[in-house]
């Protein structure tokens, strides 16, 4: 586990840029994900880096890594689980290794297949190669886009790296990106491809991209989530289903315990990452090394359900009760998000990740089960929404009409609001993102996106099925594709590698999640259950107490905090003069949204997040280079 960085500019760009100190730096601003060892390739205008964080290898694995004629070069972010069947079959095809490296397989992979070989790998991984022959690279991300890469072409080239900060470090102007920003208050992230700056995008989750010295960009698509099924498979019986996913679960589960340093898992006490540790214990001759954060809140400490998880299997479990520096750590994720990001649960992944870290540097997470199985309860409301789908065009604007006259406290589950819309698709993102309703009464006209859900549809067309699918389908697949790329494995890798621990995610195995994608919706959610199927595939393993516990996210006591530590900070930030004049938000109702938050009336800490989490992101762009940014 690593970051990599760097830029090819055949295009002649000045002499200043195209310098070892250039890479050195673009490097040197992601050092912690990679504390352990650095590494560069300088060939011409092409210049490739990386950091390192040993896991496999760990003598002779520094990168870059070449070929044996040194007319191929790769560096690599992430981990390739089966890269030793890989290796066997490469050398015989008459490939010769120099490691024992999951990264040399890709380059010797390369050699063989060029760009159609990525499809061979599993893991998790973002990978830049140069073929000096050919003099083109190629940038390459994995399916679920749980590594990130970055890049920018501008008319000297293209730039590279893992984090955006290693574009700033390279020199580059990053102006910001007014349609990006807007899609923030609609996600509370900014989904793929877009990045809060003009020029600068996400290379999308199963892509990959070719540069070459003429200028040219190819692109292509190697793999996409298949549609989530409405109805089994022929010959298909929940029992083989059941028996099928326990098997698949355990080998992934299995293949990312592959580590020569110490290695343990996340347990928050839920059935994932319950089910992950069961499977972990069940295949390791030693006990499993677990981890768990508790807070002295009762409604946020699931501390007790991971400890019976932990006694169970007789894991050598750590856990600590926390009372954190609030004000410290929000100060902490600008600095790692590098753009707005307002999933306030990056808090606790943060401080459950450094805690691990102290002791392994590598943990097993139960990331991505509840988007392939449908295990949130939005799931359930999309559902029964559907019922609404036949309401005639004329009694969907009389309901939105007295939506729109309920009080704003109404509008975080406004279900008027949402039998109202007119299609699937805006009412799932009516239901589980930010109320249209909410953002109209906040923000700006500016800074509101256009009201018509063909618009999101144009603007993250590879996120959503055709027209047809039906409405927990397009839930199902959103969730599994958007969100999970966007928000969820962004807080999962920027909270980790700031702590300089690596985090596999075994539910997001492609082969897994290809077979998730076969089971029907019904299987899935049953006597409103969300996750049955795989609950039941794997229930005798789990206490009973777990399994029937209400579901609970990985949250802190954000409420209590802007009553107390953060609100100073919260004041300071979005009642600020300088917050005003960026004519974002409407000032009288912000502070509007305050004052009843601190007296108890309404809880509004999502809004107001999302807006400190904005004016923090502003502050520091300004600190860096002085541009005054607008929407304007």
């Known amino acids: 586990m690593c970051g990599i960085a760097g830029y090819f500019l055949p295009n002649g760009a000045p002499e200043a840029v195209v310098r070892s100190e250039t890479v050195r730096r673009m490097c040197d601003a992601i050092r912690h994900r990679g504390p352990d060892d650095a590494g560069y390739h300088i060939d011409g205008a092409l210049a490739i880096g990386m950091r390192r964080l040993s896991i496999i290898d760990l003598s002779t694995g520094h990168q870059p890594i070449s070929n044996e004629d040194g007319s191929v070069w790769i560096v690599f972010n992430g981990e390739i689980y089966e890269y030793r069947e890989l290796r066997e079959w490469l050398i015989g095809r008459g490939h010769s290794f120099r490691t024992q490296t999951d990264t040399e397989c890709i380059l010797h992979l390369y050699e063989e297949l060029g760009a159609e070989g990525i499809s061979r790998l599993r893991g998790m991984f973002a990978f830049c190669i140069w073929d000096a022959k050919r003099r083109k690279i190629l940038l ?27 574009l700033r470090a390279a020199g580059l102007r990053l102006n910001p990106d007014r349609e990006a920003l807007r899609l923030y208050f609609q996600f509370t992230f900014i989904p793929d491809p877009f990045t809060a700056f003009e020029g600068v995008h996400k290379l999308a989750p199963g892509t990959w991209l070719e540069y070459d010295d003429r200028g040219e960009i190819r692109t292509g698509r190697y793999w996409r989530l298949p549609a989530p099924a409405e109805t089994p498979q022929s010959g298909m019986t929940p029992e083989a289903a059941m028996a099928h996913i326990r098997e698949s679960f355990d080998e992934a589960v299995r293949i990312r315990m592959i580590a020569d340093v110490p290695l343990g898992a996340f347990l928050s006490g839920g059935i994932d990452s319950s089910s992950v540790v069961a499977s972990m214990a069940l295949q390791s001759k030693q006990p499993v090394k677990t981890f768990s954060i508790g807070f002295e809140e009762a409604a946020y400490n699931e501390l007790p359900y991971a400890a019976m998880v932990a006694k169970k299997y007789r894991t050598e479990h750590h856990e600590i009760i926390v009372k954190p520096d609030s004000v410290a750590l929000v100060g902490k994720l600008v600095e790692h998000f590098d753009e707005p990001f307002a999933d306030s649960s990056a808090i606790p992944t943060y401080i459950v990740s450094e805690f691990a870290a102290r002791h392994v540097k590598v943990a097993l997470s139960g990331d991505g089960g509840d988007e392939l199985f449908a295990g949130y309860e939005s799931f359930e409301l999309v559902r029964n929404l559907r019922r609404w789908n036949r309401m005639p065009q004329a009694a969907r604007r009389v309901v939105a009409g007295i939506a729109a006259a309920l009080p704003y406290s109404a509008y975080g589950k406004n279900y008027l609001y949402m039998i109202s819309r007119p299609d699937p698709v805006s009412r799932y993102l009516e239901s589980n993102f930010a109320p249209t309703l909410m953002r109209r009464r906040m ?23 055709p027209n047809g699918a039906s409405d927990l389908s397009q839930a199902l697949y959103f969730e599994a594709t958007a969100k999970l790329s966007g928000d969820m494995l962004v807080k999962v890798d920027r909270m980790s590698m700031a702590a300089s621990l690596e985090v596999r995610c075994p539910m997001l195995d492609h082969e897994l999640a290809a077979l998730a994608s076969t089971i029907p919706h019904d299987w899935k959610m049953r006597n409103g259950r969300g996750k049955d199927i795989f609950i039941r ?49 409407s000032s009288a109702f912000v502070r509007n949204m305050i004052q009843e938050h601190e007296s108890g009336r309404r809880n509004n800490t999502t809004w107001l ?24």
């Open 537 to 585: 595939a794997i229930e005798d393993r789990l206490p009973a107490e777990l399994l029937n516990r209400p579901k609970m996210g990985f949250a802190v006591p954000l409420a209590d905090w802007f009553r107390g530590p953060l609100r100073p900070m919260l004041r300071d930030s979005i009642e600020s003069g300088r917050f005003r004049s960026r004519d974002v938000a």
């Open 609 to 632: 997040w999302s807006l400190l989490m904005l004016e923090l992101w502003f502050e520091r762009q300004e600190s860096f280079d002085s541009v005054a940014i607008s929407c304007n």
């Open 140 to 166: 390459a991300r994995d399916r679920f886009g749980k590594k990130p890469l970055y890049y920018s072409v501008r008319p000297e080239g293209i730039w590279f790296g893992s984090e955006l900060k290693c």
């Open 443 to 465: 923000l700006e006209p500016e800074w509101r996106l256009p009201s018509d859900p063909r618009w999101i549809r144009s603007q993250l067309a590879d996120c959503f099925l």
